[in-house]
């Protein structure tokens, strides 16, 4: 009788880790995917902010470099052209990150950090242990005051 009652609870404990398994791997997979689309939206956020500083900086460049051209014109100063030679640079680097190819070439870089220079990633310490955190938790608990009802189910 024993045996029998052994067995249905063996079959449903395994047939219970399974589905949990099975419930673990889809959670893990809906997160992955709820954030690789929210870094996506960052992304596009990021892009969307680039263009718009991209044109605000073009208003500016089109109408300093023209007031400048027109005083050296006027002035036959023609030095006052020389400011316009470090906004091109600014204007160009805005331009490629708006709409070049420097976000796949930061992606690449960052590629090829990862793959030959990893160790510049390592974090001081390494990653934090659950003994870590909470020996810094316990730690801060303990150099605060007492509080009525302060971990109470601590």
Sequence with gaps: MGNIVGKAMDENLKKNQE???KTQQLQLERQLAMQNEIRERQMAAMIAK???????????????STGLTLGALRTKRYSLLVPIIPLSFIFAYQWDLAYGSKLTRIREMADRIIDEEHHLLELPHGLPTFSSVEAARLAEKKNQPFKPGHDIFL
């Design 19 to 21: 589905f949990m398994l």
């Design 50 to 64: 680039s263009r718009d500083v991209f044109w605000f900086y073009t208003t500016f460049e089109t109408l300093f």
